[in-house]
C-alpha cells in the first residue's frame, strides 16, 4: 500500500509539471527590451512600460522640423513633441520619413505618433485620431520675384506648381488647375522655383516668413493666400484615446504655462497657437 501511494503521488507530481511546461511553452516569457503589455493594457500605458515614444517626421520641413548647421534634428514641431514627451515622462525617438509616405508608416506601426504640422481635415479625422491643434496658419502662393504672370491662385492653371503630392497644398493647387511636380519637402519646393524650374509653389506663410528670415536676399515672394486658416495638431492611429488624451493635457498645460508661446517666438516671433 505505501509502494502504490508512493507511485500514484509521484505520477501525480509528473503530471502536473508537464502541465506546467505546456503552459510555459504556450506562454513564452517576453524579453527585457520589450516590457510585457497586460491584457487591455492601454496605448500611454505601454509607451510609459518601454520609455520612449516614437515620432515620425520629415526633418526636410524648415521651420518646423529640420537639420541645423550642426546636423542636429530640429524645428517647432521637434521642440513641442520634445516637451510633450517630457511631460508624459519619457524619451522622444524621432523617426525620419519623407512627408508622402508618413501615413503608412503610422499605419504600418513604425512610430506612435505623427509631429510634422499635420492639417486638420475631415478625411484625417475620419481615418486617423489627431491631438488638440497647437498651430494655426495659413496657405501663401510663392513666385519669384521676376514673375508677374502669377498674381492670384486662380493664376495657377496650366502653370506648374512644386508640391508634396499627398499634402492639402497639393489640392489647393490641383483645384487651382496648376501641374504638380512632386516634391519631397519645402527646401525642393524652392530650389525649384528659384531655378525657374517651376513657376510657383503653394506653402505654408510660417515657412515663408522662416524663409525670409534666413535667407533675406532670396528671390521670391508671395502674392495670394488660400481663404481661411488651417490648424495643425499631432496624428495617432485611432483607439489610442488614453495616449491623445494624455499628449492633449500636456499642449494644454504647456500653452497655459508659456512654454508653447516661448517656443512660437523662437521660431516665428509670433504666438501660433491660436
Not at 511546461?21 to 493594457?41: E, I, R, V, W
Not at 517630457?86 to 512627408?99: C, D, N, S, Y
Not at 517666438?265 to 501660433?272: I, L, N, P, R, S
Request: charged share 25%.
Amino acid at each position: 500500500m505505501k509502494r502504490s501511494g508512493l507511485f500514484v503521488a509521484t505520477l501525480t507530481l509528473a503530471l502536473s509539471v508537464l502541465a506546467a511546461c505546456g503552459n510555459n511553452a504556450n506562454n513564452a516569457a517576453p524579453s527585457a527590451s520589450q516590457p510585457a503589455a497586460s491584457a487591455g493594457q492601454g496605448a500611454l500605458e505601454k509607451i510609459k512600460a518601454s520609455g520612449k515614444l516614437r515620432i515620425g517626421t520629415e526633418g526636410t520641413y524648415a521651420p518646423f522640423t529640420f537639420h541645423d548647421a550642426s546636423g542636429k534634428l530640429t524645428g517647432f514641431d521637434v521642440e513641442i513633441a520634445e516637451e510633450v514627451c517630457k511631460r508624459l515622462g519619457v524619451a522622444p525617438e524621432f523617426i525620419e520619413t519623407q512627408w508622402d509616405g508618413i501615413m503608412a508608416g503610422l499605419e504600418a506601426k513604425r512610430f506612435d505618433t505623427i509631429f510634422n504640422e499635420v492639417t486638420i481635415r475631415e478625411d484625417r479625422k475620419e481615418k486617423y485620431a489627431l491631438s488638440d491643434p497647437y498651430i494655426t496658419s495659413r496657405a501663401v502662393l510663392l513666385v519669384r520675384d521676376d514673375n508677374n504672370d502669377i498674381k492670384k491662385l486662380a493664376d495657377l492653371k496650366g502653370k506648374k506648381s512644386a508640391q508634396s503630392l499627398t499634402s492639402d497644398l497639393a489640392e489647393i493647387a490641383k483645384a487651382n488647375g496648376a501641374e504638380i511636380v512632386g516634391v519631397d519637402g519645402f527646401n525642393q519646393a524652392i530650389d525649384l522655383l528659384t531655378s525657374g524650374r517651376v513657376d510657383a509653389t503653394i506653402n505654408d506663410n510660417l515657412s515663408f516668413l522662416d524663409l525670409k528670415k534666413q535667407k533675406p536676399d532670396i528671390k521670391v515672394k508671395s502674392v495670394d493666400e488660400a481663404p481661411g486658416t488651417s490648424r495643425s495638431a499631432a496624428l495617432f492611429l485611432k483607439g489610442n484615446d488614453d495616449l491623445v488624451q494624455a499628449v492633449n493635457q500636456a499642449i494644454a498645460a504647456m500653452i497655459l504655462d508659456g512654454t508653447h508661446l516661448s517656443i512660437s517666438e523662437k521660431y516665428f516671433g509670433a504666438d501660433v497657437s491660436k
